[in-house]
């Protein structure tokens, strides 16, 4: 087994009420551009606390713990302080990133509720701007989609999903692309891949639950 992943759940278990400050201090290097390890359900059992495992591009790897829900809004917090906020899934904003960003106002949507279109003002570091990104949401309903394609019985995460596909324009800054849901029954995000800066690879992350 990977010894970076061990130690990864070594940290996982450590936490009694994952205050981030108390986060345990590991360099980048232990976490960032492991080799890719399946979450198996021995793993998933053993960490008390609900987990995203994230990758930016093909090399940045990591696993950020849940640290706190406030209403919707989800803070996952990595080893080096790195933090991701989701609401239902989508980036809304990031600290500590080589690129982060910030949504000032949008929609708060949700995947049980039917959302067509909306638009939002997005704040961009590195460089600094405001952007406005106009999005659309399309369901594949009449298919669904096994996020392990052999269904294998020791993934933690396994089933059949509804797939979302949300493309996005900011014309003015030409920043076109989609971003990818997989959403169970719940209304759940339990994967995404995401667009989230126009200088920043793609953001891939699968949700653990607890």
Request: include cysteine; hydrophobic fraction near 40%; proline fraction near 3%.
């Amino acid at each position: 087994m990977n010894r970076n992943i061990i130690l990864t759940f070594v940290i996982l278990q450590s936490c009694a009420a994952v205050d981030f400050r108390e986060y345990p201090a590991v360099t980048k290097a232990a976490l960032f551009g492991v080799s890719e390890t399946p979450i198996t359900k021995k793993l998933y059992n053993e960490s008390k606390y609900s987990f995203a495992q994230v990758k930016i591009g093909r090399f940045k790897k990591s696993i950020l713990v849940l640290a706190s829900i406030n209403n919707d809004l989800y803070l996952w917090v990595g080893p080096d302080g790195e933090k991701i906020y989701t609401v239902n899934g989508k980036i809304v904003k990031t600290y500590g990133l080589d690129h982060d960003v910030k949504l000032i106002k949008g929609k708060n949507f949700n995947f049980l509720k039917k959302t067509d279109s909306y638009s939002s003002l997005i704040k961009l570091d590195s460089p600094p701007a405001l952007v406005t990104i106009n999005y659309g949401i399309i369901s594949d309903a009449k298919a669904s989609y096994i996020l392990n394609a052999n269904l294998d019985s020791e993934q933690a995460v396994n089933g059949q999903l509804t797939r979302y596909v949300e493309s996005f324009s900011a014309e003015r800054y030409r920043w076109i692309g989609k971003n990818i849901y997989w959403v169970d029954l719940d209304g759940r995000v339990v994967k995404s891949i995401q667009s989230f800066h126009p200088f920043e690879k793609d953001i891939e992350m699968t949700f653990y639950y607890k």
